[in-house]
């Protein structure tokens, strides 16, 4: 009778995933608590929770885009905010998903990630060229900040090992080391305005100092593909900064496995464009979740046929 149960529970478990069950459990990889992932993602989790029927969604912290697309290569019931790069490498298997490929497919195309090189004045930190020699935070390990910050460092002519002393912290926990005064600058990618940044900004006695960076988009773009945009941070999003910040921007996607359902895919999907008010409540980046923006060039990966699905009753041709 035992191996009996344990056959039915395993099977319930497979069907579950492939949306066939009344009851859909799934998890969604965002990335640490002072980011933009985190927020939008406990958004995105209790409008599913609420809207589809049958379906239970939790916001799981994580470090980020890589460790959420290796969750979503655990075949689980997950999905994952990520980033374009982190993705496109997960899908060839290179750089931290060496012999690893992830069957990752594209659910829709999000917000654009605006890359911060932050520090504070007085630093002496004024252009990339600076942060040879200082204490530097790239990002936390598993995430995407790491990934887009070491490409940066070294479009600038920088060894990230050799010329700087470098910190791996996330960005709630870089932004209070720079108020400890244990790091001299650090780098994010993330939505607008990001709260750890925020946070920072409005620290008492410091000022905030955004390093510009777009000059190296075009280098960047010739090792790694189209996947970078020279962009700038307004300067009215954080206090305290004197001119807009010209900077490299990267999209963010919300990805799943290939083996997910059509029906799944085309739930959440249909969530996030039609229940936009109810994220957008959330963080203010969900503005930019724009069916206009769902085009083929926006991802470097394949897009999952549940999302082209909704996007063709929509009138949208992706592929």
Do not use: C
Request: aromatic share 6%; charged share 25%.
């Amino acid at each position: 009778m035992t191996r009996v149960l344990a056959r039915i529970a395993i099977a319930l478990s497979a069907f579950a995933f492939a949306g066939l069950a009344p009851a859909q459990n799934l998890s969604i990889a965002t990335g640490g608590t002072g980011g933009v992932y985190y927020p939008l993602g406990g958004g995105l989790a209790a409008a599913l929770s609420k809207y589809v029927p049958g379906m239970s969604a939790t916001a799981e912290v994580t470090g980020g885009s890589v460790d959420n697309l290796k969750l979503i290569a655990s075949e689980k019931p997950y999905v994952a905010f990520t980033m374009a790069d982190a993705g496109q490498d997960a899908l060839k298997g290179e750089d931290k998903f060496k012999d690893n490929k992830v069957p990752v497919r594209t659910l829709a195309v999000l917000y654009p990630n605006r890359m911060h090189v932050v520090t504070v004045e007085g630093k002496g930190i004024s252009k990339m060229s600076d942060l040879k020699g200082k204490r530097v935070s790239t990002g936390s390990p598993g995430s995407a900040t790491e990934v887009m910050a070491f490409r940066v460092i070294e479009a600038a002519g920088l060894d990230k090992d050799k010329d700087m002393k470098r910190e791996r912290l996330g960005v709630a926990e870089s932004a209070n080391a720079m108020k400890d005064n244990k790091i001299d600058a650090f780098f994010w990618v993330g939505g607008l305005p990001t709260a750890a940044v925020t946070d920072l900004a409005n620290t008492p006695g410091t000022k905030i100092k955004l390093v510009d960076h777009a000059d190296l988009v075009g280098k960047m773009n010739q090792k790694w593909g189209n996947l970078y945009v020279e962009d700038a941070i307004p300067k009215a999003v954080y206090k305290g900064m004197d001119a807009d910040n010209k900077q490299a921007t990267v999209m963010n996607l919300l990805v799943a496995h290939e083996k997910m359902s059509e029906k799944v895919a085309y739930d959440i999907v249909k969530t996030i464009f039609e229940r936009k008010a109810d994220l957008v409540a959330v963080h203010k980046e969900a503005e930019n979740f724009k069916l206009e923006n769902q085009k083929a060039a926006a991802s470097p990966m394949p897009w999952h046929p549940g999302a082209l699905k909704y996007f063709a009753e929509k009138g949208i041709k992706i592929n």
